[in-house]
């Protein structure tokens, strides 16, 4: 099946008919497998966190517990997310441009750099001295290896990024592609420019952290380094939207042979989240003082809103593509058929459509509304924030990449999937138990609960204060939901390193599993009312709906508190 | 072709938009638009909103203030931790806040109904000044002095909860306001 | 499908072809209005007496 060529050794995959790049596939199998192991270790810290923040079970003391979020924040948010994203990003172009990695050698130094600096913060962190949360907010103070090793990481990363923008270049050159990018890769291009602002950002202010740890400098001004650190931190959660989006897009097609609704729309989407996306930087810094209102409005609502617009569009452009594919392919009756007869066992789709729906509903209508100026002053801080990006970040990108993950299994592995029941159920417990944590917990934060905070019964404390009643049933409903979502995440784990270690080969007449292309039938009249996704568009305005009536909810209870001028 | 995996049309810019699409659009547009206008206009029509006016400053030029401050104004010793001075500021002074680990202090007497410029700033680490059960939150700096103005608009003990992470005793940080009719 | 040349291409879909531009756009934007706006708000903070 390999065929070798002096350049470059690849195959031609059975499953989808793509030419897999040799060198590429193996250090996106690295990748992938690191991102795995360390999605273990995170998730593992995020066990710890939830069952000391479980009220009735308290696990850890106070110093472990610091320790026990310092290392899921950094593991689960950043070290496993990116590990993932640059397999995506050698896997994408070389894949779907057919053409090969540039630089083969700097992506395996970019696997050494990535693994070395984590393993260096994760060391800093285990040493008990850099509990410093993944925020590191000066003048608080972590081992200078702690920094070290976040700079390591982020040198890697941006070598991945080199090699995936090489790669597209190579591609050009050698013609192994003609006329506009994919929309995947495309979506794969957005992801780098964004991940470069990002890790630019990162070095300008850790380096000089780590330079402040040395004793090298002296002091660093604690306002500026958190305007600088959340073009890094927050920009960091961009890259992943427009990752997992990006998957979206690509399973609707590998699924169902859904083809975007339009080119333009989409791209042009994209374009506003190259231009207007990182802004949300500031939506950590709005209730900080002396930063002008003029500032953090232009920012905190993306110029007016319009990467909330791109992204509202993504959100109905993926499920109405899937819409307009399975009615041309039949399933043209009423307005919901072609969605009761999705494959929602199949986990690769029900992850997919898992990840869309807590997107938008859990993540994206809180991220809106929280990150109005004034409607921070009332979420700021609390474990609402956390409740909100664990929407976005694990019910969104995470339960994306398991999705991506399983498809990608048999191509690149060239196993098949193992224990098939558990892996359809996975997707549900991850997602089901990760949508309960994050909306009990928000309820929390909305009576006030603190975030990164040990006991809140304040046991002891003179000034100690009861919360109400409610309180203490969010976190252990939520804290229930983390823990079945840990139980969902372990799963994953099991399923995948199972599946490439014992998992049955790919049979050698194994069916094609690209979808057959839709439209088959030619120009066939569909939808309702003359528009093709009638469905997808009531579902679109239940979100509205939703947004709508929570946003003003919201300011109704801002209306009665102190006035704060 | 023609799939997000494959390929686009040549010229997919001149491609029509179908109708879905551009509803949508015009939609989520109108009301991403209300959304902008508003967050200005509530800076006008409603009564909570980020006063951003701050200060840089020394943490030891901020502590020499509060604890002015607390000279001048004390009242009593708080009951609940006898060694807190509680300190009742006449309406529309100006007010002191040190957050410190792990303490916000003076514990404060305030007016129900009366405007209070409180000041706020840190004398070590970035901490949290969360406002409890009103649930009203900032961030207190180090170097940098922030003032709000705040209107009670009912009475009751309020305390003050640290939400900035900062160090082992983060959980024990706590201050209190008392709000009288 | 069409065989027009490049440039019959409108401008949007030459614009969004355009990938260095694109990664210069997504440098600048941000580091001008979130970082450098930014900074200059933190650095004209007056100085209390």
């Known amino acids: ?565 | 072709m023609g799939y997000s995996f494959t390929a686009p049309a040549k010229n997919w810019a001149t491609e029509p938009i179908e109708r879905t699409e551009i509803l949508w659009i015009t939609i989520a547009g109108s009301w991403c638009l209300f959304m902008f206008v508003w967050m200005i206009a509530w800076h006008w029509i409603g009564n909570q909103n980020m006063a951003n006016e701050a200060y840089k400053t020394t943490t030891d030029t901020y502590a020499k203030k509060v604890e002015d401050f607390t000279a001048k104004y004390t009242v009593r010793q708080d009951k609940s931790d006898p060694s807190l001075p509680v300190v009742a500021p006449p309406p529309g002074s100006d007010v002191y806040l040190a957050a410190s680990r792990w303490q916000w202090r003076p514990v404060l007497e305030l007016q129900k109904g009366k405007s209070y410029r409180v000041h706020i700033s840190s004398l070590d680490w970035d901490h949290g000044f969360s406002l409890q059960p009103e649930n009203i939150n900032f961030t207190a700096y180090p170097g940098y002095e922030s003032v709000i103005t705040m209107t009670p608009n009912k009475s009751g003990t309020f305390a003050i909860v640290c939400n900035e992470y900062c160090g082992i005793g983060h959980h024990t940080m706590l201050g209190r306001i008392y709000v009288k009719e | 499908m069409s065989n027009e040349p490049f440039e019959q291409q409108t401008v949007l879909q030459r614009i969004l072809d355009d990938i260095n531009f694109i990664m210069c756009l997504g440098l600048v934007v941000p580091t001008v209005f979130y970082t450098l706006w930014g900074v200059m708000e933190v650095a004209t903070i007056p100085l209390g007496k």
Request: with cysteine; hydrophobic share 55%; glycine share 10%.
């Open chain 1, 1 to 565: 099946m390999a065929i070798t060529t002096a350049q470059s050794p690849f195959r031609t995959d059975p499953l989808t008919g793509l030419r897999i790049d040799l060198t590429a596939a193996t250090l996106v199998k690295v990748n992938a497998v690191l991102a795995v192991v360390f999605l273990l270790v995170g998730g593992t810290a995020g066990l710890l966190v939830a069952l000391t923040r479980w009220p009735a079970v308290h696990l850890l003391p106070a110093d472990l517990f610091y320790m026990a979020l310092t290392v899921h924040g950094i593991v689960a948010l950043m070290v496993w997310i990116i590990f993932f994203e640059i397999a995506v990003l050698y896997f994408v172009p070389t894949a779907l441009l057919s053409c090969r990695l540039a630089a083969p050698k700097m992506a395996w130094t970019q696997v050494a750099l990535m693994t070395i600096g984590a393993a260096i913060t994760a060391v800093a962190i285990l040493q008990g001295d850099s509990s410093v949360m993944m925020t590191s907010y000066v003048p608080m103070n972590a081992a200078p290896h702690f920094y070290l090793g976040l700079i390591l990481f982020a040198v890697g990363a941006l070598i991945g990024c080199g090699v995936f923008w090489g790669t597209l270049v190579i591609a050009k050159e050698e013609k192994t592609y003609e006329g506009s990018l994919p929309l995947t890769v495309y979506g794969c291009m957005v992801a780098t420019v964004i991940a470069v602002f990002t890790i630019a950002s990162g070095a300008i202010i850790l380096i000089p952290t780590f330079l402040w740890s040395l004793g090298l400098i002296k002091s660093i001004d604690p306002m500026m380094y958190r305007v600088i650190w959340w073009a890094f931190g927050h920009s960091s959660q961009q890259i992943n939207v427009t990752a997992h989006i990006t998957i979206w897009y690509t399973v609707a097609g590998l699924a169902f042979g859904a083809k975007p609704m339009s080119e333009k729309v989409s791209r042009t989407a994209f374009l506003l989240y190259i231009l207007f996306l990182q802004f949300g930087s500031v939506h950590h810094l709005l209730s900080d003082p002396g930063l002008s209102s003029a500032w953090k409005i232009f920012n905190t609502s993306y110029m007016m809103y319009l990467a909330v617009l791109a992204s509202l569009i993504h959100g109905l452009t993926v499920p109405g593509s899937i819409e307009v594919a399975q009615r041309r392919n039949g399933l043209n009756n009423g307005l919901f058929e072609w969605l009761r007869k999705c494959p929602w066992g199949n986990p690769v789709f029900s992850s997919t459509i898992l990840s869309i729906i807590i997107f938008g509903f859990i993540g994206g209508i809180t991220g809106v509304v929280m990150s109005v100026e004034q409607v921070n002053m009332i979420i700021h801080n609390t474990i609402y924030v956390p409740g909100h990006f664990h929407g976005t970040v694990a019910g969104g990108t995470t339960l994306a990449f398991m999705g991506l993950t399983y498809y990608l299994i048999p191509v690149l592995f060239q196993r098949q999937v193992i224990m098939k029941p558990l892996a359809a159920l996975q997707p549900w417990l991850f997602g089901g138990g990760m949508s309960v944590f994050a909306l009990a917990i928000m309820g929390a934060g909305t009576l006030g609960v603190p975030r990164r905070h040990w006991d809140i019964t304040f046991a002891g404390q003179a000034l100690g204060y009861e919360w109400p009643g409610l309180t203490q049933m969010f976190m252990a409903v939520g804290e229930i939901g983390g823990v079945i979502a840990v139980v969902g995440g372990a799963l994953f784990c099991l399923i995948v390193v199972g599946s490439i270690l014992m998992g049955e080969p790919v049979p050698a007449d194994a069916k094609n599993i690209v979808a057959p292309p839709a439209d088959a039938g030619g120009h066939k009249e569909i939808g309702a009312g003359g528009f093709e996704a009638p469905g997808t568009f009531v579902l679109a305005m239940v979100l509205f709906v939703t947004l709508v009536l929570y946003y003003f909810v919201n300011f109704k209870y801002l209306a009665t508190l102190w006035t704060l001028t």
